[in-house]
């Protein structure tokens, strides 16, 4: 065969990023407050744009006719932005199988779900400025029944602990400071340790976790001995882990998800500062005929025209070849922004109207009534690509009449039902637990068990487990705990 050099022909498809649909992708995941900044920043680099007048208000978001499309929508973009699908945003599927145990590190786990709706508290359960963490351990040892120079040591404790509720000063240099014995200062520890959260005035990551468990009343031989070598599940020395523990997989599986089912901050829960102002960039309210009007928040959302007049007039004063082939490219860049502006607040409006019709019941009833959803379900009914979902969803919030919610909220995970039919989301459970926790007898106290059999009889089929996670999720703590609080609440 002879080697030379030839033309070949040859027909290939490829998908270009070209930076206009980077920029039309990007802002679909944009929150409205991020979008005027966006707005503002192409304000002053582009002079043929100007803010308009506020538009009229919206009404309800009507269905699309496929016949009258704009010429955005008539486009490729979101087959575009659901195929081409960056490594820095697409879905995330996390691994729950690392664990990180370095308190120092922020992160604990990582059982996440890629559409993370299932444990998203809703704003009302965020914090609005609550008391501190030692505010809130002083009120539990001032109803203490300690002696008051137990309370003046624990107190003093208090004072010395971290953000994340650990105690960093050494017991000896406590007793030093305050003139008193060492075994004093261990005795008011033991008083500070019994008080919630669980794990306040631990020592080290090792000793918070084995308070928690001990509550849990899952501090047995095998799982003392794995907090006690800690440092060899963060080397992944897994299989000699299991031997000195003496279990099997199985069992060893168990311990690692109940200790993921643990704070290891206990004090970050009343961190300082309160919840920052959530401004929502969908708009739900209630129709006279039952319906529901879903519109874009106007207010956060400036209204940006192309001014063609300027265009006009500084297009004849360019003088040269590359003055008017700047001035045309600013224009092509002005008519591209204002059409992605327009194709994003039509696609939140149908995805937000869209979740709208699938949890009706929740907007009616409360959430009690929702149902379980995934970002598929939608994107499938309206006929988008799922990556174009979730970035609509993201960083987005929709006031309704019961408040403000994050979108991803209302995409839960569902539960089995008694009756085989259907299921109910992991929100509406949480609901039904803490209905049963907040009407149940101080001198009956509910065990996890016996909110096992209730929820079953009202249709929830569920494993001991998963109603102690749904428990912890809504910050209700176990029966002893509840006992503990109820008694206290009892001597005031």
């Not at 290939?12 to 409205?32: D, G, H, Y």
């Not at 582009?46 to 496929?66: Q, S």
């Not at 109603?467 to 109820?486: D, M, N, T």
Request: include cysteine; charge should be negative; aromatic fraction near 4%.
């Amino acid at each position: 065969m002879a080697l030379g050099p030839r033309l070949d022909l040859r027909q290939s498809q490829s998908l270009v990023m070209t930076p206009q649909l980077q920029q039309a992708i990007k802002l679909l995941a944009l929150s409205n407050l991020e979008v005027e900044t966006f707005i503002g920043e192409a304000l002053e680099a582009n002079p043929l744009l100007e803010i308009g007048a506020p538009a009229p208000a919206e009404g309800p978001a009507e269905p699309i006719d496929e016949g009258r499309r704009t010429t955005l929508e008539s486009s490729p973009v979101d087959q575009l932005i659901g195929e081409a699908r960056g490594s820095e945003d697409r879905p995330l599927d996390v691994d729950v199988s690392t664990l990180d145990i370095d308190r120092d590190t922020g992160d604990w786990g990582a059982a996440v779900s890629s559409y993370g709706g299932e444990d998203l508290p809703g704003i009302e359960e965020r914090g609005e400025g609550g008391p501190t963490l030692a505010e809130h351990l002083e009120r539990q040892i001032g109803l203490s029944l300690a002696t008051p120079r137990e309370k003046l040591i624990a107190r003093a404790l208090v004072d010395r602990l971290d953000d994340a509720g650990y105690l960093a000063s050494p017991l000896r240099e406590v007793a030093d400071e305050l003139g008193v014995t060492l075994g004093a200062v261990e005795s008011a520890l033991v008083l500070l340790q019994s008080l919630d959260p669980t794990g306040v005035g631990a020592r080290s990551l090792g000793e918070c976790l084995a308070l928690q468990a001990r509550e849990a009343d899952r501090h047995d031989p095998c799982m003392a001995r794995l907090l006690e070598n800690l440092d060899l599940l963060a080397r992944g020395e897994v299989a000699r882990l299991k031997r000195m523990c003496g279990v099997d997989d199985e069992d060893f599986a168990d311990m690692m998800a109940e200790l993921r089912s643990y704070d290891p901050k206990p004090g970050l829960r009343f961190a300082s500062g309160g919840g920052e102002p959530v401004t929502p960039d969908v708009l739900v309210t209630p129709r006279a005929d039952g319906g529901w009007d879903v519109s874009i928040n106007q207010d956060t959302l400036p209204r940006l025209i192309v001014n063609r007049s300027y265009y006009v007039e500084m297009k004849g004063a360019c003088g040269s070849k590359d003055a008017r082939g700047w001035l045309s490219e600013k224009l092509a860049d002005a008519n591209w922004l204002v059409k992605a502006l327009d194709q994003r607040q039509k696609t939140i409006l149908k995805v937000a109207s869209e979740i709208v019709k699938q949890q009706e019941g929740f907007f009616r009833q409360g959430v009690s009534q929702l149902k379980p959803l995934t970002l598929r379900a939608i994107a499938e009914t309206i006929e988008m690509h799922e990556s174009t979902v979730s970035r609509v969803t993201s960083n987005k919030y929709l006031m309704c009449p019961r408040g403000t919610f994050e979108l991803k909220y209302f995409f839960t995970s569902g539960v089995a039902s008694t009756d085989g039919e259907g299921g109910a989301s992991a929100e509406a459970v949480k609901a039904a637990i803490r209905q049963l926790i907040d009407a149940e007898d101080p001198k009956a106290i509910l065990s996890d068990d016996t909110l096992v059999d209730l929820l079953k009889g009202r249709g929830f089929d569920l494993a001991r487990r998963t109603v102690a996670k749904y428990r912890e999720a809504i910050g209700l703590g176990s029966s002893v705990q509840r006992r503990r609080q109820k008694a206290l609440a009892g001597v005031r």
